[in-house]
Every structure is written in C-alpha cells, then in structure tokens.
T-cell receptor, first 113, second 117 residues
Framework: DAKTTQPNSMESNEEEPVHLPCNHSTISGTDYIHWYRQLPSQGPEYVIHGLTSNVNNRMASLAIAEDRKSSTLILHRATLRDAAVYYCILARVYGGATNKLIFGTGTLLAVQP | GAVVSQHPSWVICKSGTSVKIECRSLDFQATTMFWYRQFPKQSLMLMATSNEGSKATYEQGVEKDKFLINHASLTLSTLTVTSAHPEDSSFYIC?????????????FGPGTRLLVL
C-alpha cells in the first residue's frame, strides 16, 4: 500500500483558512486520495476525496498537485469544531472495487479562538 | 450521508468473557465491512475485512480465533472478542464502502469502547 506523509500537528486561528499538506510520492495511477478526520472518542468522518482534479464540497477543498505526488486539504474558515486529527489516505481501486484503507498517524489540528 | 451504527457504544466485562460488537449499515447495503482497533493516542489499525457470506480476511498479526467476525447479511457484521483480556481493551470501529458518483466513500461507525477488567 502506498504511504502518505503528514505533519504531526498544526495550529490555526478561528475564522482563518487552514492548509493541511500530504505527500504521497509513491502514488499509483489507480489510487484515490481520501481525507478523513477524527474527533476525540468518535469514529472517523469522511471529508473529501479525489483522483486527479481539484475537488470542492461543503466541508473543504482538495488541491491535488499536477504530478499527484502531493495534495492539500483546505478548510476555508476554521472553526473550533474543526479541531481533529486529519488523515490523508490513498485508496487503491482493483477491478472496480476500492481496497481497504490503511491509516497513518495523521495531522492533529488545533484551532485557537 | 450514509449511516453506520455500532452496538454497544461501550462495554465493560470481566477477563475471560466474550464480547460481541455489532456493526450495521442503516441505509445502504454493504457486501464488505472493515473492523479497526484504536489504542489511546494512536491511529486506527485495520484488523480484518468482513465479507458478506464468506470468511473474513484478517490482517497480519491479528488472531482470527480470538476476533471472530461474522457478516451474515448485507447490513450486519459482528465482531466477537473471545476470552477477552485486559490487553484487548481498546476502541473498536467498523466501516463500510458506499459507491457514489465520484467513486467510493468509506463510512465509519461511532466506535465501541471495550474495557476488560
């Protein structure tokens, strides 16, 4: 399974944008880039995913480098409720079905009021 | 979005007893579900892949006789921790894939916290 590298922790101020980086230099052509976040004592929550093009949804934006070896999750205006561990994960598709997710250590995002 | 539930949300048991945890996909069918375990301040560790109507696939180092998985229907998978010991105390989380227009998304249950005394 291809590996991702994320900073252990980041800090942000409330109401400001947050850019969470992820490196995945060994990504293959069929790997989707997934982002999940986990609040304390809860199961992970889906944030966003993409393959090649940048993606936007109501939670966040995902910017994918042209060579796909890195990506950035963008929270446009951080709130205190966005404080969580953010996981960047590569999910490989085999025969039309997506493979298991292997979690790394993620980035612990702290949001200051 | 899709909802995955787990029951119970927490359980305390004596050492040597068995504990069953249920994972249900409430509004979609899941031929494949996944079971994770998470220790305090650590990341999620994939334990096994649960396949409806067939045997589960366990990750390396996970004892299949200790962690029994049954995926009897398209909406229910169960994890039974047999002869639980204090070192099995952990946060157990299940998940399932749901196909959508932009590919598949994995939805997670809220987790079950197990404390073995």
């Amino acid at each position: 399974d291809a590996k991702t590298t994320q900073p252990n922790s980041m800090e942000s101020n409330e109401e400001e944008p947050v850019h969470l980086p992820c490196n995945h230099s060994t990504i293959s052509g069929t790997d989707y880039i997934h982002w999940y976040r986990q609040l304390p004592s809860q199961g992970p929550e889906y944030v966003i995913h993409g393959l090649t093009s940048n993606v936007n949804n109501r939670m966040a934006s995902l910017a994918i480098a042209e060579d796909r070896k890195s990506s950035t999750l963008i929270l446009h205006r951080a709130t205190l409720r966005d404080a969580a561990v953010y996981y960047c994960i590569l999910a490989r598709v085999y025969g039309g079905a997506t493979n298991k997710l292997i979690f790394g250590t993620g980035t612990l995002l702290a949001v200051q009021p | 979005g899709a909802v995955v539930s787990q029951h119970p949300s927490w359980v305390i048991c004596k050492s040597g007893t068995s504990v069953k945890i249920e994972c249900r996909s409430l509004d979609f069918q899941a031929t494949t579900m996944f079971w994770y375990r998470q220790f305090p301040k650590q990341s999620l560790m994939l334990m096994a892949t649960s396949n409806e109507g067939s045997k589960a696939t366990y990750e390396q180092g996970v004892e299949k006789d200790k962690f029994l998985i049954n995926h009897a229907s398209l909406t229910l998978s169960t994890l039974t921790v047999t002869s639980a010991h204090p070192e099995d105390s952990s946060f157990y989380i299940c998940s399932a894939w749901l196909a959508g227009a932009g590919g598949e998304t994995q939805y997670f249950g809220p987790g079950t916290r197990l404390l073995v005394l």
